[in-house]
DNA sequence: CTGTTAGCGCTTTCAA
DNA sequence: TTGAAAGCGCTAACAG
């Protein structure tokens, strides 16, 4: 019922008989004003409770103090823990968070960052929906995408590679030979280099893994793990642990025990990943880092790219071959 | 590298010899253009691709068609898929989506609450943070308060009463009749309604549960399975899902199998509720229902308030107490 | 030190 | 049917 129609600047210069500008230089501790006078602004100002107007600021110094962030599909359990991550680095810099969530679609991804922009964002950080590109210099405001390092543009990543290759020595040195991955979508590049780092270990082993390629969800992880022959593998290695929960629920149902018969590897260590039965053995982005070069990218401190090193999460769903399993079994 | 300098309604008013406010009603059919000029500058606005400054357009106007949305803790799982839920109600409105995070502090809240009318959101969309009331009479926009039925200037919200009391009665009909509750934050009227609806039934059955307070976490669930001794109980009733898979966890360390042992039950149908193992007997919100009306709230096309009906959804936790567990146990 | 002036890009009377 | 003019609330020159 309070009447809060919002005071302006114009009010407090009125009942101080000053004008709006040195209401103004006094508030921000700008161009000179005297320390009695700033005062008694200051005072008058929150007598009246009186909140600078973003919009009249923003339009009158094109900026905003907003950072647009557009993920793929906000459904997909790592991006709200990204979001996070965005949103605390960014609430450092005194800047708001406008998200967008392309649904998987670059035509929604496109309009979204046409929306944003009329919006007034000062910067935008996309990760890039599958299989498209963002170009930068099509874009009227800095654009950090987040990725992987053989995105074009990239500005921070993971180092997806690098976080393949610990999983296939991890493997390899508990002694499996015959690798299935769970390769992901054919067409990103985040599971692909996963997938790269992971081959390139096991080849120089002399190992060829076998290669499934499938939609990163839950689902098409319960799919895989109900059609594949896991028999004929000693460890599976997955692209993401949602697709690495969905093939460990399959293949219990059909008798294959982890890491008994087949020991099983993730990637992203979400919260799912302590919680499902075994634990997850996977790997772990730094977030945190992630974001925060993202925004300081966006903020102009710097303009190199970078890819951060991941972490090798080892829990109970990995184990060595056991002898029962490659040859004298006979569980019922 | 392109100068993409946005072009204004000035510089189309300009190149056609007309004024800049029969751009502006052309571009937006208001007042009566003819169809002819209409046309023609249509035509140079998306030569020259003209897009609307929401900025300018916001300060004319007082409407910046932005609703803020402020959760307790985005880090919790429930929030991001309600969030996703508001993203999808509020885009079909045109309207986009300022996201804010009070960190389960009350200060915080206050604080984000001013920062987001100070950006110029229409309204505000807030899901309080526990022990907290937000009085939008005190706030200069429209608010949604939501929470549950009896959180003062609800708007929107799930029955919790009635999901606690289906909860309660599954778990009679299956025949239990030593209950353990698992209660959620003293303060968290979410879950006080939850844990009502529990007993209110348990008791009229002349049964009276055993409550437990602690927070809604996943690790409060493990410490709380690590001390609580459990052969006392038939069955189990957490007032989060978090809750109740920690504690399934920890249980089961202890040698209690779920459901043979222990029937159990969560609360919000989160995405783990599935693929922890047993799948756990819980109760779905209809989140989209309730964004949905939170939307028409704000957007002043109801002024009612309304409580949404809540989904039973049984799996494999929940089972008749067994009469090994009741009597001649004597697992070691 | 402080005030005046001139807009940012748009919408909205009100006249022509 | 169109145009001129007046701002929304703020900040950035430039004067005084």
């Not at 005194?94 to 009329?118: H, K, T, Y």
């Not at 053989?150 to 020595?169: C, F, L, P, W, Y």
């Not at 982890?258 to 730094?286: C, K, N, Y």
């Amino acid at each position: 019922m309070s009447e809060t129609r919002p005071s302006s600047i114009r009010q407090i210069a009125d009942r101080l008989g000053v004008s709006t500008a040195t209401v103004s230089n006094a508030l921000r501790g700008k161009g000179r004003v005297s320390p009695a006078l700033t005062e008694q602004i200051r005072a008058e100002a929150d007598r009246l409770s009186y909140v600078p107007d973003h919009t009249a600021r923003a339009l009158r110094t094109g900026k905003s103090n907003t950072v647009g962030l557009l993920v793929p599909n906000i459904g997909q359990p790592l991006f709200p823990t990204f979001a996070q991550a965005i949103e605390r680095a960014a609430k450092q810099r005194g800047l708001a968070v406008l998200i967008g969530d392309s649904q998987g679609d670059p035509q929604q991804q496109d309009f979204e960052i046409r929306n944003m922009i009329a919006r007034g964002v000062d910067a935008l950080i996309v990760i890039p929906t599958r299989g498209t590109t963002v170009m930068p210099e099509s874009v009227a405001v800095p654009v950090a995408v987040i990725d992987s390092a053989v995105t074009g543009g990239n500005v921070a990543a993971s180092d997806h590679r690098e976080g393949g290759r610990k999983i296939a020595q991890h493997l390899l040195a508990l002694g499996h030979d015959k690798l299935l991955v769970l390769a992901g979508p054919e067409n990103a590049l985040v599971a692909s280099e996963r997938v790269g780092g992971i081959c390139e270990i096991f080849r120089s082993a002399g190992i060829e893994p076998t290669l499934t390629h499938s939609d990163a969800t839950f689902e098409a992880g319960c799919a895989l793990g109900r059609e594949l022959d896991v028999t004929r593998f000693t460890a599976c290695a997955a692209a993401y642990d949602a697709l690495a929960i969905g093939f460990a629920l399959a293949v219990r149902e059909r008798g294959c025990r982890i890491p008994a018969d087949l020991s099983l590897t993730g990637f992203d260590d979400l919260m799912w990943a302590q919680i499902v039965s075994p634990p997850l053995t996977t790997v772990r982005q730094d977030l945190e880092a992630v974001a925060v070069h993202a925004l300081s990218f966006v903020a102009g401190e710097t303009s190199t790219s970078r890819i951060f090193p991941t972490e090798l999460v080892v829990r109970q769903s990995t184990a060595r071959p056991s002898a029962i399993a490659q040859g004298d079994t006979n569980a019922e």
